[in-house]
């Protein structure tokens, strides 16, 4: 099993649709969750981040972890073609100085115009 | 906020040559940089954690002998293939470790996308 699971879609949504991308981790270890966006043909960049469960809002974005079902929620309210990229979650593994990221496989979002 | 510059973007070489790629932190120092191979439609997989002036340590599976990984400073490691083959072509993508982030602070660079002909 996979650390970290994610279903790799594409995704395909109309502007203005609200997206929720999904993820589940398999080591309930986990504190620290992130998602990532990726552009076509870039390096990924922190969209958001949250520590144990909760949820976590930034604008249009709102972040949730669900530690009891070990499932990482990234809803996009408002979708804008400029949202239209892979987003990438992820944890770490590990303490300290050795903390290595471990990612999903990514979901490729389309946000039609 | 903390940038992480990669160089060369886009490189091809012929078969049995080596290719050197650049990672540097441009306003942080780093003492530690990740080495991540993603192929299409794939995650990033973590090849190598840099250590600056130290060895680097492998993930299972990669081969040190062609990934070779160099941390001389705290803002440059650089990752060279060698003696490439086409099955080497991927996106190689470098990450830095910003300590001011916290848990967070992993800034990553553009990616070098290598094509082995």
């Known amino acids: 099993q996979k650390e970290v699971e994610q279903d790799p879609g594409p995704l395909s949504v109309p502007e203005g649709a609200i997206v929720s991308l999904n993820c589940t981790y398999s080591?309930?270890?986990?504190?620290?969750f992130m998602w990532y966006r990726q552009y076509s043909r870039k390096g990924p960049e922190l969209l958001m981040y949250?520590?144990?469960?909760g949820n976590k809002e930034d604008g249009r974005f709102t972040a949730q972890v669900d530690k009891s079902s070990k499932y990482i929620s990234l809803f996009i309210r408002d979708s804008q073609p400029s949202d239209s990229a892979t987003y990438l979650c992820?944890?770490?593994?590990?303490?300290?100085?050795?903390?290595?990221?471990?990612f999903g496989t990514g979901t490729l979002l389309a946000v039609q115009p | 906020g903390a940038v992480v510059s990669q160089h060369p973007s886009r490189v091809i070489c012929k078969s049995g040559t080596s290719v050197k790629i650049e990672c540097r932190s441009l306003?942080?120092?780093?003492?530690?940089m990740f080495w991540y191979r993603q192929f299409p439609k794939k995650s990033l997989m973590l090849m190598a954690t840099?250590?600056?002036?130290?060895?680097?340590?492998?993930e299972q599976g990669v081969e040190k002998d062609k990934f070779l990984i160099n941390h001389a400073s705290l803002t440059l490691s650089t990752l060279t293939v060698t003696s490439a083959h086409p099955e080497d072509s991927s996106f190689y993508i470098c990450?830095?470790?910003?300590?001011?982030?916290?848990?967070?602070?992993?800034?990553f660079g553009s990616g070098t996308r290598l094509t082995v002909v």
């Open positions: 990450s830095a470790r910003d300590q001011g982030g916290g848990n967070y602070g992993y800034t």
């Open positions: 080591n309930s270890a986990f504190q620290y």
């Open positions: 949250t520590y144990s469960s």
């Open positions: 992820a944890t770490l593994l590990g303490g300290g100085a050795t903390n290595k990221l471990i």
């Open positions: 306003d942080f120092q780093a003492t530690t």
């Open positions: 840099s250590n600056e002036g130290s060895k680097a340590t492998y």
